[in-house]
Nanobody, 124 residues
């Protein structure tokens, strides 16, 4: 079974940038679309961005449009989330996810495979 591993989180000042990575082990993403979600303390997990298996389609939450970019380095390799102009509302644990039934429009309920998450903290 595919295992997802996120990396790249950390502490950054407001206005700064981070790039998150999500690597799929064993069989890779194997034809599945991939999404990034985040969860702030005490809040529900929310959609951030998603990318299609081929990389030709993307979708973003309104809160991150124009600031975040999702991309993938080959269909079986790594998915990235470039985050620019970060602010305090971007603080949270970021998860990548995939699954055979997920589309780039899907909410978290359609994703069945999740990484362990990586913490992003934006300071004022």
């Amino acid at each position: 079974q595919v295992q997802l591993v996120e990396s790249g989180g950390g502490l950054v000042q407001a206005g700064g940038s981070l790039r998150l990575s999500c690597t799929a082990s064993t069989t890779g993403f194997d034809g599945m679309h991939t999404g990034w979600f985040r969860q702030a303390c005490g809040q529900e997990r929310e959609f951030v961005a998603a990318i299609s298996w081929t990389g030709s389609g993307t979708n973003y939450a309104d809160a991150v449009k124009g600031r975040f970019t999702i991309s993938r380095d080959g269909p079986n390799d790594t998915v990235y989330l470039q985050m620019n102009s970060l602010n305090g509302e971007d603080t949270g644990v970021y998860y990548c996810a995939t699954g055979p039934l997920a589309t780039i429009q899907s909410g978290p309920e359609d994703y069945t495979l999740w990484g362990q998450g990586t913490q992003v903290t934006v300071s004022a």
